[in-house]
């Protein structure tokens, strides 16, 4: 699972952040935490299966850590 900028609500909505470490967009960052996440101040955060970037121009550090956690 991979989520970039306002795509930690939608993890939030899903109810699949509990215990878990992530980073989002900061407008996004209440929601992640009430939904039970860790949340980060980092360009990329992945736990296990979870991707997480908060901002578009984290995109390349965001692929690289997709592409390394596909490779797996």
């Given at each position: 699972m991979a989520?970039?900028?306002?795509g930690?609500?939608?993890?939030?909505?899903?109810n699949?952040l509990r215990?878990?470490k992530?980073?989002?967009?900061?407008s996004?960052?209440?929601?992640?935490?009430n939904a039970?996440?860790?949340?980060?101040?980092?360009?990329?955060?992945?736990?296990s299966?979870l991707?997480?970037?908060?901002?578009?121009?984290?995109?390349?550090?965001?692929?690289?850590?997709?592409?390394?956690t596909?490779?797996?």
């Amino acid at each position: 699972m991979a989520a970039i900028y306002h795509g930690g609500f939608v993890l939030a909505s899903a109810n699949i952040l509990r215990g878990r470490k992530v980073t989002c967009f900061v407008s996004t960052k209440d929601d992640v935490m009430n939904a039970g996440a860790r949340y980060l101040e980092q360009e990329v955060v992945v736990d296990s299966n979870l991707i997480a970037s908060h901002f578009p121009a984290d995109l390349p550090a965001f692929m690289k850590a997709i592409l390394l956690t596909l490779k797996r």
